[in-house]
Antibody
Framework: EVQLVESGGGLVQPGGSLRLSCAAYGFTFSSYEMNWVRQAPGKGLEWVSYISNNARTMYYADSVKGRFTISRDNAKNSLYLQMNSLRAEDTAVYYC????????????????????WGQGTLVTVSS | DIQMTQSPSSLSASVGDRVTITCRASQGISNYLAWFQQKPGKAPKSLIYAASSLQSGVPAKFSGSGSGTDFTLTISSLQPEDFATYYCQQYHTYPLTFGGGTKVEIK
């Protein structure tokens, strides 16, 4: 059974740092691209970051670029999000999301599914 | 960045109703669009990808259509378990962006 389990959330002061982890179970982690998506309390979904399966390619939302770093350890089946210079507006539930590509050739990017989500970990930035 | 605009932001409907939610992209995204369902306190669930392809295990009462800038999610016969918030997402261009959500409530 596929499971994604986030950890590392908590209360941090503005300007502080936090490292989120996501442990993956039930699938070959090294074969999948991964993402972080967040949701501020009572608000909608916001994509945060992407990492390729071999960690050679990363993308970030403008709101976190230069402050957050996505990484992975395929030997440990784990995804990470290092968050620095945290702001009040970073307060959110952070979800780890598997990125399935079920197409090939010209359809590789089209048949893309955020098919499994973790339960989320809450990050609160407040003094 | 590509802006995704959903309408309505909320709607009230009865069990058995046919419901349609609209999502508009600020520029053409071909069919690079997904739909998600989220219930309170839970992680989102994938419903549709590539604008009209049904995620494995999702009932056929959900359907998606559209291409370019205008897309729709239709629930053919609303059931109690379908009351939730629905989000569209474009994955044509980074940064990936979501619509603001449509909350489907019981009338």
């Amino acid at each position: 059974e596929v499971q994604l389990v986030e950890s590392g959330g908590g209360l941090v002061q503005p300007g502080g740092s936090l490292r989120l982890s996501c442990a993956a179970y039930g699938f070959t982690f090294s074969s999948y691209e991964m993402n972080w998506v967040r949701q501020a309390p009572g608000k909608g979904l916001e994509w945060v970051s992407y990492i390729s399966n071999n960690a050679r390619t990363m993308y970030y939302a403008d709101s976190v670029k230069g402050r957050f770093t996505i990484s992975r350890d395929n030997a440990k089946n784990s995804l990470y999000l290092q968050m620095n210079s945290l702001r009040a507006e970073d307060t959110a539930v952070y979800y780890c999301v598997r990125d399935l590509r079920s197409g090939s050739g010209t359809y590789y990017n089209l048949y893309r599914q955020f098919d499994y989500w973790g339960q989320g970990t809450l990050v609160t930035v407040s003094s | 960045d590509i802006q995704m605009t959903q309408s309505p932001s909320s709607l009230s409907a009865s069990v058995g109703d046919r419901v349609t939610i609209t999502c508009r992209a600020s520029q053409g995204i071909s069919n690079y669009l997904a739909w998600f369902q989220q219930k309170p306190g839970k992680a989102p669930k994938s419903l549709i990808y590539a604008a009209s392809s049904l995620q494995s295990g999702v009932p056929a009462k959900f359907s998606g259509s559209g291409s370019g800038t205008d897309f729709t999610l239709t629930i053919s016969s609303l059931q109690p378990e379908d009351f939730a918030t629905y989000y569209c997402q474009q994955y044509h261009t980074y940064p990936l962006t979501f619509g603001g959500g449509t909350k489907v409530e019981i009338k």
